[in-house]
């Protein structure tokens, strides 16, 4: 089981940056960060996989990931964020990588997630 703590949300204006934070209480294969807002379904944002990491159109360019294996941390740095962009951010984690995408985030691991608001 892994368990993950995520940190760096909060609020921001417009063209503005956030970075945000994830650490796993274990290494893990794979991670990335999904996201969810008001009323829409979750969406992959962001995956660090062993092929290289992939990004949603919505914020490619814009935001990075980034993964410290040595510190079992996965990081997004989000630049130029959009109102478009709030939502609660989750941190996820697998061992199995191939059936992790962006747009098929199936990691079995998940955080409590972090809020990010755009106004």
């Known amino acids: 089981h892994v368990q993950l703590v995520e940190s760096g949300g909060g609020s921001v204006q417009a063209g503005g940056s956030l970075t945000l934070n994830c650490t796993a209480s274990s290494t893990s294969a794979c991670m990335g960060w999904v996201r969810q807002a008001p009323g829409k379904e979750r969406e992959g944002v962001a995956v660090?996989?062993?092929?290289?990491?992939q990004y949603a159109d919505a914020v490619k360019g814009r935001f990075t990931i980034s993964q410290d294996k040595g510190k079992n941390t996965v990081y997004l740095l989000m630049n130029s964020l959009k109102p478009e962009d709030t939502g609660m951010y989750f941190c996820a984690a697998d061992w199995d990588c191939r059936k992790v995408t962006v747009a098929h985030t199936n990691f079995g691991y998940w955080g409590q997630g972090t809020q990010v608001t755009v106004s």
């Open positions: 660090e996989i062993p092929g290289g990491p």
